[in-house]
């Protein structure tokens, strides 16, 4: 996978009728600045003024640097909503701050890849856009210390637009599995897990938020699976960023000391509807359950 160039600020990730712009902004967390329809041949002009345009602004009361949401974005980082990660090392250690340290990206993949230098701890995020337009995305953590550290949640998170304001997922009982429900959006989060062995009638299959009355022919919808039935799945809106968060290992994973190679990894498959082009994104989410 190639390896870009220090001073790129703009990536672009395009396949299958759907592009992923990541802003690399200096000093901040890699953020996506658009998940959605393919942009085509923009200029990499376009693409920076894009990413310009998706920064929120500084408001009072609010701190000095306005933090959005990140690829990884934890408390140490100013971030206020679900954390990337959250843990300990013996009930220490418990607010992880990433730098950016190497990026490498393809025309459909990027990897991302930080570490912590004083918590000892490393993170990789990996986006692919597959040849169907669906997005592959996946969070790893090391722990490069000498203690073990307890992995609590670890989640995969992709942003959604302002107008995206209405959530779906499944519920269900004995013989009468997988119906959906739907509600609005508001402020606060909107978690489905389960916590039985099968995972159960109720557990959901996914969890799609959209333009208010999406349906199978119309609206925007952007929706998520999680590829294990053992993953919690989420939505929020939260301030003025709306999020979506997918994934987390049980509670408690440790991670050995170094020289163990070891690591807790949470990927989310992700898909973007428009209109009359979910036909292609459903096959491939069945195939690939």
């Known amino acids: 996978m190639p390896v870009l160039p220090s001073d790129e600020t703009v990536i672009h990730l395009r396949s299958g009728g759907t592009s992923v712009v990541v802003d690399l902004q200096p000093d901040t967390a890699p953020a996506i600045a658009h998940w959605g329809a393919d942009l085509g041949d923009a200029p990499h002009e376009t693409l920076v003024s894009l990413a310009t345009a998706s920064r929120l602004q500084r408001v009072s009361g609010g701190l000095d640097r306005t933090v959005r949401l990140g690829v990884v974005g934890t408390a140490a980082s100013g971030w206020a909503g679900t954390p990337t990660l959250e843990g300990h090392r013996d009930g220490e250690d418990v607010g992880a701050l990433f730098a950016l340290t190497d990026l490498r990206a393809t025309e459909d993949t990027l990897e991302l890849h930080f570490t912590d230098s004083e918590m000892q701890l490393s993170a990789r995020y990996e986006l692919r856009v597959t040849a169907s337009g669906l997005v592959r995305a996946r969070t790893t953590v090391r722990n490069d210390g000498a203690g073990v550290y307890t992995v609590q949640a670890l989640h995969t998170t992709l942003p959604l637009p302002w107008d995206a304001t209405e959530i779906l997922d499944t519920t269900?009982?004995?013989?009468?599995?997988?119906?959906?429900?739907?509600?609005?959006?508001?402020?606060?989060?909107?978690?489905?897990?389960?916590?039985?062995?099968?995972?159960?009638?109720?557990?959901?299959?996914?969890?799609?938020?959209?333009?208010?009355?999406f349906g199978f022919e119309r609206g925007t919808v952007h929706g998520s699976i999680a590829p294990t039935a053992s993953m919690s799945m989420r939505g929020s809106r939260a301030s003025s960023a709306v999020c979506g968060a997918v994934g987390a290992p049980p509670a408690g994973v440790r991670l050995s000391a170094a020289g163990v190679e070891e690591r807790t990894t949470v990927s989310v498959i992700t898909g973007l509807s428009e209109d009359a082009r979910s036909g292609r994104r459903d096959r491939e989410v069945r195939q690939s359950r």
Request: glycine share 14%; charged share 30%.
């Open 172 to 213: 269900g009982r004995h013989l009468r599995e997988r119906s959906a429900q739907r509600h609005e959006l508001t402020f606060g989060t909107h978690v489905r897990e389960s916590r039985r062995g099968r995972p159960g009638a109720d557990f959901t299959l996914l969890l799609a938020a959209g333009t208010p009355g």
